[in-house]
């Protein structure tokens, strides 16, 4: 019922920024979540934080807190991922993804999913 699209993804220089998007549409926006994710090769799909739809508000990993932001535009139904500080192991496919659950933190309790975006830092 969500279909998401991620954009803004590039090759960045270590301690760059890069602000990712995520443009939702679908149906019952009032009770979704959405989420960022990243999966680098060989590695496990890493949550990194969410927004919920509601209210706004946002929950992080401890791996990004300070440095990843997340917000959304209501209007344009997007969700942006603002990074700051990149490290060459933020290097991943990034991806957002929609969940109905309420504060979803794993990556099983998302519903819908976009095709991600390449996040490359080099050092």
């Known amino acids: 019922q969500v279909h998401l699209v991620e954009s803004g993804g590039g090759l960045v220089q270590a301690g760059g920024s890069l602000r990712l998007s995520c443009e939702a549409s679908?149906?019952?926006?009032?009770?979704?979540?959405v989420g960022w994710f990243r999966q680098a090769p060989e590695k496990a799909r890493e949550f990194i934080g969410l927004?919920?739809?509601?209210?706004?508000?946002?929950y992080y990993a401890d791996s990004v807190s300070g440095r990843f932001t997340i917000s959304r535009n209501s209007a344009k139904n997007t969700v942006y991922l603002q990074m700051n500080s990149l490290k060459p192991e933020d290097t991943a496919v990034y991806y957002c993804?929609?969940?109905?659950?309420?504060?979803?933190?794993?990556?099983?309790?998302?519903?819908?999913w976009g095709q991600g975006t390449q996040v490359t830092v080099s050092s």
């Open positions: 993804a929609a969940s109905h659950s309420v504060i979803p933190i794993s990556a099983h309790e998302y519903n819908y």
């Open positions: 927004i919920t739809w509601n209210d706004g508000s946002t």
């Open positions: 679908g149906r019952t926006y009032n009770n979704v979540a």
